[in-house]
């Protein structure tokens, strides 16, 4: 764990999505970064893209 998560610490898993290679998975980490939207990210959650409820 970094120390820029640390403090939020316990995680809990809400979001999986796999990729052909890591270039492809920084890439989308990116994305989702830039965004700098909570309201992005929880609809991202409940997405068909979210692999974690299939």
């Known amino acids: ?4 998560t640390k403090p939020g610490i316990p995680w809990s898993m ?7 290679n890591k270039t492809d998975a920084i890439q989308f ?3 989702i970064k830039r965004q700098k939207s909570k309201v992005f ?3 991202l959650i409940t997405s068909d893209e979210n692999e974690f409820h299939k």
């Open 41 to 43: 990210i929880k609809k």
């Open 14 to 20: 809400c979001f999986i999505k796999s990729f052909k």
């Open 1 to 4: 764990m970094s120390p820029s």
């Open 29 to 31: 980490e990116n994305f």
